[in-house]
């Protein structure tokens, strides 16, 4: 019987997590896409906390983005991150795209927070 797409996911997902870990000099990158919006996550493995997150429903998001399509909202939502990011001392992550392709939505979020100097 074949897989379902969420199955496929979790288990593209498990394979890609056997690999890399975020540490709190370089966390790992979470992005998890739903039809509507875009979340994304630092995350620090070895003490198993969320440094901080940002998705489309932050409001200062939700103000910019009601005529912007999703990839564009990606992008933003990537910048912003990145910003944030800077301002506490993490200039470097580990991209983890969970199981989605590098493609899209992904893809601009990634290189969204890219301009902004985040390096992955």
């Given at each position: 019987m074949a897989f379902t797409k969420k199955d496929r996911r979790f288990k593209i997902k498990k394979r890609i997590r056997k690999k890399i870990s975020g540490t709190a000099e370089k966390p790992r990158m979470s992005v998890f896409r739903s039809n509507k919006h875009i979340y994304v996550q630092l995350i620090d493995d070895e003490q198993g906390q969320t440094l901080f997150s940002y998705s489309t429903r932050k409001k200062e998001v939700t103000d910019q983005t009601e005529e912007l399509d999703k990839?564009?909202?990606?992008?933003?939502?990537?910048?912003?991150?990145?910003?944030?990011?800077?301002?506490?001392?993490?200039?470097?992550?580990?991209?983890?795209?969970?199981?989605?392709?590098y493609h899209g939505r992904v893809r601009k979020l990634a290189e969204g927070a890219r301009k902004e100097g985040l390096k992955f």
């Open positions: 990839s564009a909202q990606a992008e933003l939502v990537g910048k912003y991150l990145a910003q944030k990011s800077m301002e506490k001392g993490i200039n470097t992550v580990v991209f983890d795209r969970n199981g989605y392709r």
